[in-house]
């Protein structure tokens, strides 16, 4: 059965930090790429940032670029996203992601989504 946890979320006063967890299982975690995305209310679903399955490469959206950070643990089949610096903007259900794709249909996995609020 696969599952992807996320875990980390609440509530943080502009300016703040949170990190974000989600651990994979049921899958072969080493092998998919791994990416947050977030949604707030009224509207669609974003990318956030996106690592390849070794951790050697990352990418993220100019939104949050120089703010967050992805990284993943293997040895843990754990990905996180360190967000510092936290704006009311940022304010979403965040998702974890796993996506991979072979010489077959692609394979996509979601978390059930941890919520993210910055208020003063």
């Known amino acids: 059965q696969v599952q992807l946890v996320e875990s980390g979320g609440g509530l943080v006063q502009p300016g703040g930090s949170l990190r974000l967890s989600c651990v994979g299982s049921?899958?072969?975690?080493?092998?998919?790429?791994m990416r947050w995305y977030r949604q707030a209310p009224g509207k669609e679903r974003e990318l956030v940032a996106a690592?390849?399955?070794?951790?050697?490469?990352?990418d993220y959206a100019d939104t949050v670029k120089g703010r967050f950070t992805i990284s993943r643990d293997n040895a843990k089949n754990t990905v996180y996203l360190q967000m510092n610096s936290l704006k009311p903007e940022d304010t979403a259900v965040y998702f974890c992601?796993?996506?991979?794709?072979?010489?077959?249909?692609?394979?996509?996995?979601w978390g059930q989504g941890t919520q993210v609020t910055v208020s003063s």
């Open positions: 690592i390849v399955s070794t951790g050697d490469s990352t």
């Open positions: 049921g899958f072969t975690f080493t092998s998919y790429r």
């Open positions: 992601n796993a996506y991979y794709k072979g010489w077959g249909p692609a394979n996509e996995y």
